[in-house]
């Protein structure tokens, strides 16, 4: 288990919540204070979740992450004390996003500089993408110097064991 600084919250599509290759659940394991919640129509995001916090997303006003970590950017002035993360298909979490504007008046973080996904057992149909576990992962690494080899190596144990058997990879 992890000593993390920060809350994670992930904003997750119903559809990924019993998904068989989904990450969220090694983030739960790693980090036991990670909350999921499961997105759902009506649902309304109370304001204490989005109080001094971040999300992780690539819409137009994102700033870069390692920006912020230069210390080149004024947009965050302290670090904050929490982080939302969208998971889902891409498709998905633009949906997520479109549905909940408040999302779109905290801070965006995105990613310039992160190495290639490491994540081979689900295709994605953007060369950026990667699972929300390395999302999760690359943020904390950049913005609190933390280390998490342990998130990684999750994530290596998992892929391992589902190409032992072979199995084909999903669509998203």
Request: hydrophobic share 40%; proline share 6%; glycine share 2%.
């Given at each position: 288990m992890?000593?993390c600084p920060v809350?994670?919250?992930?904003l997750q599509?119903?559809s990924e ?7 969220v ?6 980090i036991?204070?990670?909350?999921v919640i499961?997105?759902n129509e ?5 304001e204490a979740m989005?109080?001094d916090a971040v ?8 700033s870069?992450?390692e ?7 004024d947009k965050l002035?302290q ?10 298909s ?5 949906k997520?996003?479109?549905q909940?504007p408040q999302l779109?008046a ?6 310039t500089q992160?190495a ?13 993408s990667m699972?929300?576990?390395e999302a ?6 950049q ?9 990684h ?10 190409e032992r ?7 998203d």
């Amino acid at each position: 288990m992890l000593n993390c600084p920060v809350q994670i919250t992930v904003l997750q599509d119903s559809s990924e919540v019993n998904h068989a290759k989904n990450t969220v659940r090694l983030l739960q394991l790693a980090i036991p204070t990670t909350q999921v919640i499961v997105v759902n129509e009506g649902m309304i995001l109370s304001e204490a979740m989005l109080d001094d916090a971040v999300i992780i997303y690539p819409c137009d006003h994102a700033s870069p992450l390692e920006l912020r970590t230069s210390q080149a950017s004024d947009k965050l002035p302290q670090l904050p004390k929490h982080i939302i993360l969208l998971d889902g298909s891409w498709r998905k979490t633009h949906k997520i996003w479109m549905q909940y504007p408040q999302l779109h008046a905290i801070p965006a973080l995105t990613f310039t500089q992160a190495a290639a996904t490491q994540y081979r057992i689900r295709k994605a149909n953007k060369p950026n993408s990667m699972s929300t576990l390395e999302a999760c992962a690359y943020t904390l690494e950049q913005l609190y110097d933390m280390d998490c080899n342990a998130l990684h190596q999750l994530l290596a144990a998992m892929q391992g064991h589902w190409e032992r058997f072979a199995l084909p990879i999903a669509d998203d």
